[in-house]
């Protein structure tokens, strides 16, 4: 079975509806969820998502999607491995760092991301939202 990150941008352009970005990511999710993809989430994505989200949409909206989504999407959680590795690596941003490290444990070789750039550095195969729905409805 296939597994992939989804970078804190992919997630919180649903949350909050972002456009142009929405669409995609909501396409994203649903070819994921019908191709049995397993699509993860680190656990220091799920408080960066509650905190931006509930800024906007307040405490209780904010509640209701994380829950949704987790019917969909798996949190992998972080751990001092994750956490030392990331500190360790040539990654420019730590929490980029630790969300690559963090797919490495959980055997996960694929992020799809908004801001590929951000982890040219990671070994993983980097996709945009675009690039990984194209990957999908080829197979």
């Known amino acids: 079975m296939k597994k992939i990150l989804l970078d804190t941008n992919v997630i919180i352009d649903i949350a909050l509806e972002r456009e142009p970005f929405v669409k995609k990511s909501v396409e994203l999710l649903r070819l994921i969820n019908k191709q049995n993809i397993k699509a993860f989430v680190t ?3 799920v408080t960066d998502i509650y905190y931006i989200t509930q800024k906007k949409t307040g405490h209780d909206k904010t509640i209701e999607f994380l829950k949704n ?5 798996k949190i992998a959680g972080v751990d001092t ?4 590795n990331a500190l360790n690596s040539d990654m420019k941003d730590f929490e980029d ?3 690559t490290e963090t797919a490495k444990q ?3 070789h694929a992020i799809v ?5 951000d982890f040219e550095n ?17 197979e």
């Open 43 to 45: 656990a220091t994505t």
């Open 122 to 138: 990671s070994n993983l195969k980097v996709f945009s939202p675009d690039e990984y729905i194209n990957e999908l409805k080829k």
């Open 113 to 117: 991301t908004r801001n590929k750039k």
């Open 106 to 108: 959980f055997d996960i």
């Open 69 to 73: 989504l987790f019917e969909y999407i």
């Open 81 to 84: 491995v994750s956490i030392l």
């Open 97 to 99: 760092a630790v969300q």
